[in-house]
Nanobody, 123 residues
Framework: QVQLVESGGGLVQAGGSLRLSCAASGRTFSRYSMGWFRQAPGKDREFVVRIWSDGNTYYADSVKGRFTISRDNAKNTVFLQMNSLKPEDTAVYYC?????????????????WGQGTQVTVSS
């Protein structure tokens, strides 16, 4: 069983930055694909970015060039640096872990989820 705990959300003005963290339990973190998803009120869960165990990354077009995902396997933590935030980035952000080392953008392929952290970007 893997537990994920997100932190770092908050309220920020448009153009600002936030850094989300996701701390994972378990001894096999380095083998997991990790992803960030988000869900705005009244909308479906949306893929944001994923990182494989080898560090390979893939971003949604809506965040490419503004968001950066990274992972520290020694600390069982994945980070999401969000720059140039826009009001449309407002959502609850979820960290997810997949036992497959090569999971993609389909949320159904992720086995474990955090509780979510709210990100609100004001205009």
């Amino acid at each position: 069983q893997v537990q994920l705990v997100e932190s770092g959300g908050g309220l920020v003005q448009a153009g600002g930055s936030l850094r989300l963290s996701c701390a994972a339990s378990g001894r096999t973190f380095s083998r997991y694909s990790m992803g960030w998803f988000r869900q705005a009120p009244g909308k479906d869960r949306e893929f944001v970015v994923r990182i494989w165990s080898d560090g390979n990354t893939y971003y949604a077009d809506s965040v490419k060039g503004r968001f950066t995902i990274s992972r520290d396997n020694a600390k069982n933590t994945v980070f999401l640096q969000m720059n140039s935030l826009k009001p449309e980035d407002t959502a609850v952000y979820y960290c997810a872990a997949s036992q497959s080392p090569y999971s993609g953008r389909d949320y159904k392929t992720y086995n474990y989820w955090g509780q979510g952290t709210q990100v609100t970007v004001s205009s």
